[in-house]
């Protein structure tokens, strides 16, 4: 007992470390990249405002952006150690700050739209493994191609032309209308859900296009196996019978999870831009054109954690529905 005790912790430290050491790797990756691209965050041909070389040169001086790499590293690495992530040059506040504002709108956008792609994706995933061949999988199926197909900017860009621009159904940017500060409660709720939707809608189309397409594969295989046909010799009735091959399907696609929730970070940051929602992909966009180093180096340090985190999670989720994989 104490042994498998030692062999869990061991794996819980291990995990950690190789955790730590993601985020350390790419955050190093990042400053040094972005500190070896000419120019600074306060060249003269920023956001084509004129600046004197000496005033340049100055507030250069006074972010030690003059300093060798090495002193910089040194510098930025024992800040972040004590939890200081600099100081944003772009939105000029400390970067904290931004990202304690930013991140959980992000956050909120990706949970949402993670959440409802992997329980429409397995839904369809599953009814589609089922009735292989049929026309209803074949629509799905191509379906599910067309819109995986399509890049997630792309594909924001025309429901922003339909339901905002065409339809007048919902607001095309923002996260709330001017008036906002006006509203009853009641319609400062609506008024946030309905400036939600197409975001949401944005990633949450691709995600389950995403996850129904490997729920089939995996469903189909999962109906072949021996045990299915044993269940029904076995007189189950045939709503168990898809429920073991669901569970069992589902392993493989609890995997993809971990993958996507990075992937779902990227294209959320093409779909703030589109729709000018304030959560830290847009942000960081801006602050990427403004060579706001402090703010891009801490963007890629939270969305390394986020990956670190999303794989904890399908590992979680992988154990959760499969037994034999908890030993």
């Known amino acids: 007992m104490s042994g498998t005790h030692g062999a869990r912790l061991a794996k819980i430290f291990g995990r950690l470390a190789q955790t730590l050491f993601v985020i350390w790797a790419a955050a190093t990756l990042a400053f ?25 040169v100055e507030l250069a001086a006074r972010r030690g952006l003059n300093d060798p790499m090495a002193v910089q590293y040194v510098r930025w690495l024992g800040n972040a150690g004590r939890g200081d992530l600099g100081w944003s040059t772009l939105y000029e506040r400390p970067v904290r700050d931004v990202l304690r504002e930013t991140l959980p709108r992000t ?44 890049p997630e900017f792309w594909l924001a860009l025309l429901l922003l032309q339909l339901f905002a621009q065409s339809l007048h159904w919902l607001p095309a940017t923002g996260m709330v209308s001017p ?35 490997y729920q089939r594969s995996s469903m189909r295989e999962a109906w072949q196996e021996p045990f299915v046909r044993t269940a029904r010799a076995k007189g189950l009735h045939e709503g168990g019978v898809r429920r073991h091959a669901w569970r069992t399907a589902l392993v493989p696609v609890l995997t993809l999870f971990g993958l996507f929730f990075p992937a779902l970070l990227g294209g959320a940051v093409f779909v703030e831009r589109i729709f000018s929602w304030p959560g830290m992909g847009n942000s960081t966009v801006r602050a990427v054109t403004a060579r706001d180093y402090e703010f891009v180096t801490a963007a890629v340090v939270v969305g390394s ?23």
């Open 305 to 327: 954690a986020m990956t670190a985190v999303g794989s904890l999670l399908a590992d979680w989720l992988q154990q959760l529905a499969d037994p034999r994989l908890r030993t």
């Open 179 to 213: 008036e906002y500060a006006f509203m009853t409660f009641g319609a400062r709720v609506q008024d946030r859900l309905e400036h939600l939707v197409l975001p949401w809608m944005a990633l949450t189309l691709v995600g389950t296009a995403v996850f129904a397409r």
């Open 32 to 56: 040094v990249l972005l500190r070896s691209a000419p120019g600074d965050p306060y060249s003269r041909s920023l956001d084509g405002f004129a600046m004197s070389e000496a005033r340049r």
């Open 107 to 150: 956050l909120l956008l990706m949970s949402l739209a993670l959440g409802a792609s992997l329980l429409f994706g397995t839904l369809l995933g599953a009814w589609q493994g089922t009735r292989i061949g049929s026309l209803g999988d074949d629509a799905a199926s191509t379906a599910s191609l067309l819109v995986y197909s399509v």
